[in-house]
């Protein structure tokens, strides 16, 4: 999902006060302990809703849990899920008629934050609320494929699909709606569950202060330990600037920051009590090119030409300061689906001029090449804040230039960016997607997966693409699956819908003296154990 910011810099407080000035009861502290980890966060949630956000979830998950998580080595794992339902084990049951039936079970005595047990009919209140038709969640991915859910008890969850669908362990990943506080009510304006929501999870929202911070406090006796996790309070400042993340960083008044900058790496390798973890990121930079904004991008040769227009090496090289590999589709080589053997948009500038020429966009006076009259020009949207992206966004400016392209930038805070993908009101957005576990591509590129349904925000519309990935969804058994989604990667790369740039390396800066941090390369992201995180002096 993308990663928006909000430019905003923190105002000039005294030395190590984690308040803000304007006299906030916010907790301070001069380092990291079990009392206050302080996490100098680079967006502002649009939304505590984990179904309603569009952006990472990490907040949200330290609140509210999934059926399932991915975690460190990218494996699916049971959270309030009692397993994981599969064909062998008797979860899941493939209908004759196409359709299957998911049975999950869930963990007993699991308890929300108010006390009222986790059952079965929040599940069936989940799908509900979601295939209703009058909320708009994030996405309705794998949800509008199901028919109906039984709840035969209150601990099983009989969920019936309309068709096969093989990413169905992931289909609860973002967990249930709590039935009892939202049943009858219109969730678009549940703003007390959307800024606080009611969890499972060994966090819950003690404040949330508007454009500075939101404060977490431990729940006292959390389901998986019998107890209060040892940290009490995480407080996610929002410093949206990434130098001023960065030096609170250094300085001590922030402790943790994750997702470092690629091009900040090199400077805190030396700080004293910073640990850098490092895992190579499922997810890729790219810039989506929407065809539904702009005509000119209908045509293949046009995306192949700007492609072809990128020096990727040299980006990563001086901007990216070496700490990331270059990619060449959406799913990466840590994936047991990867596809190696896919067109290349290699730095070719003649290539670029000719498929430009080929196509009829002729240079006028000025350089530009135009069409009937059009110019061959578009904006590209990024986040402010964001000097990486800022830096990217004026090379790419260049290059375009160089092949008679006009390419303006425009610099977008975070919760304005978000709106514009969600509702495809842009040219052109240089961003990322970080993926999960299952190598899932239909939600990204399938004809009819555009927003609400899906994040198809490129626009692409290609029958042979959609009929591969609704086949490879179709798969239950993996060989067959990942032959399909081999053969989508193909013809993505063939269609060019968007400009792929290099894999998301994760490198979170955390306290040398945190133990239980392991990151994590999916979109579960780095606070997926929280709960088992501690401060230990050293």
């Given at each position: 999902?993308?990663?928006?910011?909000?430019?905003?810099?923190?105002?000039?407080?005294?030395?190590?006060?984690?308040?803000?000035?304007?006299?906030?009861?916010?907790?301070?502290?001069?380092?990291?302990?079990?009392?206050?980890?302080?996490?100098?966060?680079?967006?502002?949630?649009?939304?505590?809703?984990?179904?309603?956000?569009?952006?990472?979830?990490?907040?949200?998950?330290?609140?509210?849990?999934?059926?399932?998580?991915?975690?460190?080595?990218?494996?699916?794992?049971?959270?309030?899920?009692?397993?994981?339902?599969?064909?062998?084990?008797?979860?899941?049951?493939?209908?004759?008629?196409?359709?299957?039936?998911?049975?999950?079970?869930?963990?007993?005595?699991?308890?929300?934050?108010?006390?009222?047990?986790?059952?079965?009919?929040?599940?069936?209140?989940?799908?509900?609320?979601?295939?209703?038709?009058?909320?708009?969640?994030?996405?309705?991915?794998?949800?509008?494929?199901?028919?109906?859910?039984?709840?035969?008890?209150?601990?099983?969850?009989?969920?019936?699909?309309?068709?096969?669908?093989?990413?169905?362990?992931?289909?609860?990943?973002?967990?249930?709606?709590?039935?009892?506080?939202?049943?009858?009510?219109?969730?678009?304006?549940?703003?007390?569950?959307?800024?606080?929501?009611?969890?499972?999870?060994?966090?819950?929202?003690?404040?949330?202060?508007?454009?500075?911070?939101?404060?977490?406090?431990?729940?006292?006796?959390?389901?998986?330990?019998?107890?209060?996790?040892?940290?009490?309070?995480?407080?996610?400042?929002?410093?949206?600037?990434?130098?001023t993340r960065i030096n609170l960083?250094?300085?001590?008044?922030?402790?943790?920051?994750?997702?470092?900058?690629?091009?900040?790496?090199?400077?805190?390798?030396?700080?004293?009590?910073?640990?850098?973890?490092?895992?190579?990121?499922?997810?890729?930079?790219?810039?989506?090119?929407?065809?539904?904004?702009?005509?000119?991008?209908?045509?293949?040769?046009?995306?192949?030409?700007?492609?072809?227009?990128?020096?990727?090496?040299?980006?990563?090289?001086?901007?990216?300061?070496?700490?990331?590999?270059?990619?060449?589709?959406?799913?990466?080589?840590?994936?047991?689906?990867?596809?190696?053997?896919?067109?290349?948009?290699?730095?070719?500038?003649?290539?670029?001029?000719?498929?430009?020429?080929?196509?009829?966009?002729?240079?006028?006076?000025?350089?530009?090449?135009?069409?009937?009259?059009?110019?061959?020009?578009?904006?590209?949207?990024?986040?402010?804040?964001?000097?990486?992206?800022?830096?990217?966004?004026?090379?790419?400016?260049?290059?375009?230039?160089?092949?008679?392209?006009?390419?303006?930038?425009?610099?977008?805070?975070?919760?304005?960016?978000?709106?514009?993908?969600?509702?495809?009101?842009?040219?052109?957005?240089l961003h990322w997607w970080q993926?999960?576990?299952?190598?899932?591509?239909?939600?990204?590129?399938?004809?009819?997966?555009?927003?609400?349904?899906?994040?198809?925000?490129?626009?692409?519309?290609?029958?042979?693409?959609?009929?591969?990935?609704?086949a490879s969804d179709r798969a239950?058994?993996?060989?067959?699956?990942?032959?399909?989604?081999?053969?989508?990667?193909?013809?993505?790369?063939?269609?060019?819908?968007?400009?792929?740039?290099?894999?998301?390396?994760?490198?979170?800066?955390?306290?040398?003296?945190?133990?239980?941090?392991?990151?994590?390369?999916?979109?579960?992201?780095?606070?997926?154990?929280?709960?088992?995180?501690?401060?230990?002096?050293?």
């Amino acid at each position: 999902m993308p990663m928006p910011m909000r430019r905003w810099l923190w105002s000039a407080c005294t030395a190590l006060t984690v308040t803000a000035c304007g006299g906030s009861d916010a907790p301070r502290g001069t380092g990291a302990s079990n009392d206050l980890l302080v996490i100098g966060y680079d967006r502002e949630p649009d939304t505590m809703n984990r179904y309603a956000t569009h952006i990472l979830e990490d907040l949200e998950s330290c609140v509210v849990e999934g059926l399932v998580t991915n975690d460190e080595q990218m494996r699916i794992v049971p959270l309030l899920a009692a397993g994981i339902p599969t064909v062998e084990n008797g979860g899941v049951t493939l209908r004759p008629d196409g359709g299957m039936d998911v049975t999950w079970k869930l963990r007993p005595g699991v308890t929300w934050h108010d006390g009222v047990p986790h059952t079965s009919a929040d599940v069936q209140f989940t799908v509900d609320a979601i295939n209703k038709g009058d909320w708009k969640p994030e996405s309705v991915d794998g949800f509008d494929r199901i028919t109906g859910v039984d709840t035969p008890d209150s601990l099983t969850a009989v969920v019936h699909y309309r068709e096969r669908y093989a990413p169905y362990q992931l289909q609860f990943v973002r967990g249930t709606l709590p039935r009892h506080v939202l049943a009858g009510r219109d969730l678009n304006t549940a703003n007390d569950y959307n800024r606080a929501p009611l969890g499972t999870g060994p966090y819950r929202v003690k404040e949330w202060k508007t454009g500075e911070y939101v404060l977490l406090e431990a729940v006292p006796r959390y389901w998986r330990t019998g107890r209060a996790p040892k940290i009490r309070q995480l407080l996610f400042r929002f410093l949206t600037n990434t130098t001023t993340r960065i030096n609170l960083l250094k300085s001590g008044e922030v402790h943790m920051v994750a997702l470092v900058p690629w091009d900040q790496v090199r400077g805190l390798r030396t700080v004293p009590g910073l640990r850098l973890n490092t895992v190579v990121g499922n997810g890729y930079e790219h810039v989506t090119l929407n065809q539904r904004q702009v005509p000119a991008f209908a045509d293949v040769r046009v995306r192949r030409a700007l492609a072809h227009a990128v020096d990727r090496p040299l980006l990563v090289k001086t901007i990216l300061d070496g700490q990331v590999e270059i990619v060449n589709g959406p799913i990466q080589p840590l994936n047991p689906a990867y596809e190696p053997n896919v067109a290349r948009y290699d730095y070719d500038t003649a290539t670029a001029n000719r498929l430009l020429d080929e196509a009829g966009w002729r240079r006028d006076a000025s350089g530009v090449r135009a069409k009937a009259g059009t110019p061959l020009a578009f904006t590209l949207i990024t986040q402010s804040g964001f000097a990486i992206r800022e830096n990217v966004s004026q090379s790419l400016q260049q290059a375009f230039r160089a092949i008679g392209v006009d390419m303006q930038i425009r610099l977008i805070d975070g919760t304005a960016i978000s709106s514009l993908w969600f509702k495809g009101e842009f040219d052109a957005m240089l961003h990322w997607w970080q993926m999960g576990a299952d190598p899932e591509l239909t939600l990204f590129f399938a004809h009819d997966r555009t927003p609400p349904a899906g994040r198809n925000i490129n626009f692409v519309n290609d029958t042979a693409l959609s009929g591969l990935l609704y086949a490879s969804d179709r798969a239950i058994e993996t060989t067959t699956r990942h032959d399909l989604l081999r053969r989508a990667q193909r013809r993505i790369a063939e269609l060019a819908p968007e400009i792929v740039l290099y894999n998301t390396a994760k490198v979170d800066a955390v306290p040398v003296t945190l133990n239980g941090f392991t990151g994590n390369p999916t979109n579960a992201g780095p606070f997926w154990n929280v709960h088992a995180w501690e401060i230990v002096a050293r």
